[in-house]
């Protein structure tokens, strides 16, 4: 089962969102309208909130989940992701809060408590430490990521390009039946 309830939690979809029948989404996980979570994709509500917004791609092999309340860390930290996201293949995102236009390269991993505003890059295989926050309008990569220029107005156009191409290509899967 793709979809699955736990501690009362279900996860709910938007309207003409589409997850794929290997990926595994648990518990109180929203995602949004026209929004695709892709193969072999882990996205774990089961102690916290995961939110994902409209028009946003969750790639091939993401694993997404939460940092839960405890003696540590006495709020836990939900996963928040908003509108025309793009998260890139093998991404893992760790109880952070992802802006949105946003740009996750493939094999990025982004921790806990870790703030991405709008309008970002993080280029392939990067690491967003604990805490970091990354500033709207920049390119951002490394381990750990370091913030390596502005944007251009190509790259800003490619977040809503790359979000409408995806939307494109779920309505493609669920017209040919390839949904949960």
Not at 23 to 33: C, K, L, P, R, W
Not at 67 to 80: K, Q, S, V
Not at 160 to 167: E, G, Q, R
Request: include cysteine.
């Amino acid at each position: 089962m793709t979809l699955r309830t736990y501690q009362n939690h279900t996860p709910t979809l938007g309207a003409g969102a589409f997850v794929d029948i290997s990926a595994v989404v648990i518990g109180d996980v929203e995602i949004g309208t026209d929004s695709s979570v892709w193969p072999l994709t882990v996205i774990r509500g089961d102690m916290h909130r995961i939110r994902i917004g409209a028009r946003t791609s969750v790639q091939d092999g993401c694993v997404l989940h939460i940092t839960h309340a405890g003696p540590f860390n006495p709020e836990g930290f939900p996963l928040l992701i908003g509108d025309d996201v793009t998260i890139a293949h093998k991404v893992m995102l760790h109880g952070c809060t992802v802006g949105s236009r946003v740009l996750i390269g493939m094999g990025s991993i982004v921790m806990d408590g870790a703030v991405v505003e709008d309008d970002v890059i993080i280029g392939a295989g990067s690491l967003v430490p604990p805490g970091k926050k990354l500033d709207s309008g920049f390119l951002y990569v490394g381990s750990p990521v370091k913030q390596v220029r502005a944007l251009t107005d190509k790259e800003r156009a490619f977040f809503t390009y790359s979000a409408a191409n995806y939307l494109k290509l779920k309505d493609l899967h669920l017209a040919e039946g390839f949904d949960q």
